[in-house]
């Protein structure tokens, strides 16, 4: 089946007060997939979700759902619907009353209205719970109800504003599962802000990364993971050691003073670059058999993994994430592939990004 697109963006800009929060934004949601804004606070997410939702208006540029423009549409004629950080429930309403609202408005048979609310709550594991007072819930149950108020209505697409932020970690993580799940067996397209990047890489099939307005790059989680564009994108989204380079050639790079096969082309020889190793792609081993050699500062146990700080020669500081325990105040050999070894240009644009990796991949 062709993928469907429900939501375009073409070169949308948001002004406030004379300050631009969003610089030219494009992009293309489809039907049926779990979609993640991710980035740090005031970078401009959130507003984006306010003009999928309608509540804020584009300075420039233009927004459509299924093909048709609705920048001028108001935000109950819209086929999405959002589920706010507070969750925004009524508190004098009980569970039921919060999720048949909408129907209610529409002034839907009663009986329809009530087998819709049972399939609802069954849908989100609250059956039985149709009497509940929205004080008597956790934080997950009253997300759940939030989640169930938003997807009785069957939006296209459901925008859900950091829904995660206020539960406690074990939660947190148990809701990750459960939103994924619902997303899964409704096919209904989710667009997720967050700043946590975990929960963006366990939930999402794509990502956009958000900067300062800017989308600087989008992908599925291991694209974005394992092929950052830039520092921004390497910092944000998990650990990472990053060092100055210089391409040699084609798949070979110089970093800290020796040449390194590496599995990045299309970069001028001579080029100054900076070099990506993730911390998990570190290993331990001996100094003979090490491509690098690092002096041990730090040793922290993180449960599954200790949490190493060494630095080389040149002063450069690595972390590696090993089982292995290091000896503090000894030298230790790091060990690493060459598809462990990430080049990114200095400046690149996600445009210029993406051709290079087709030129070589070809």
């Not at 489809?30 to 804020?56: N, V």
Request: net charge negative; glycine share 8%.
């Amino acid at each position: 089946m062709a993928n469907h697109t429900i939501i375009t963006m073409e070169n949308v800009k948001k002004t406030y007060d004379g300050q631009t929060v969003l610089h030219d934004i494009n992009f293309e949601i489809e039907k049926g997939k779990f979609y993640t804004l991710l980035g740090p606070s005031g970078c401009g997410k959130t507003t984006i979700l306010r003009l999928i939702a309608g509540f804020t208006d584009a300075s420039n540029g233009t927004i459509k759902i299924n093909g048709e423009v609705v920048n001028d549409v108001p935000p109950n004629k819209r086929t999405v619907n959002t589920v706010f950080q507070d969750y925004a429930l009524f508190p004098h309403m009980n569970v039921y009353d919060n999720i048949a609202f909408g129907l209610s408005l529409k002034k839907l048979p009663k009986a329809e209205i009530d087998q819709r609310v049972k399939e609802t709550l069954k849908l989100v594991q609250l059956s039985g719970y149709e009497n509940r007072e929205i004080h008597e819930l956790s934080g997950g149950q009253q997300q759940r109800v939030a989640i169930a108020r938003a997807i009785i209505n069957e939006p296209d697409v459901l925008l859900l504003d950091e829904p995660l932020s206020a539960l406690d970690l074990k939660l947190r993580t148990d809701m990750q599962y459960e939103l994924r799940e619902i997303q899964q067996r409704l096919g209904i397209t989710f667009i997720f802000v967050t700043h946590d990047q975990e929960e963006a890489l366990a939930m999402s099939d794509w990502i956009f990364v958000m900067d300062k307005g800017h989308i600087v790059q989008s992908g599925s989680p291991v694209d974005i993971y394992d092929e950052p564009i830039n520092r921004f994108v390497a910092d944000f989204i998990g650990e990472s050691n990053i060092v100055p380079g210089t391409m040699v050639e084609d798949y070979k790079v110089q970093f800290v003073g020796k040449q390194f096969e590496c599995e990045d082309a299309g970069i001028t020889p001579g080029e100054k670059v900076e070099v990506v190793l993730r911390p998990e792609d570190l290993e331990l081993t001996s100094i003979e058999k090490g491509k690098l050699v690092v002096k041990v500062d730090t040793q922290l146990f993180r449960g599954v993994h200790y949490e190493i700080i060494g630095y080389d020669e040149d002063g450069n500081e690595w972390m590696v994430h090993s089982t292995k325990k290091a000896e503090i105040g000894r030298n230790v050999g790091l060990d690493f592939s060459p598809n462990d070894i990430h080049v990114m240009r200095l400046g690149e644009t996600e445009e210029e990004f993406d051709a290079r990796l087709e030129s070589y991949e070809e």
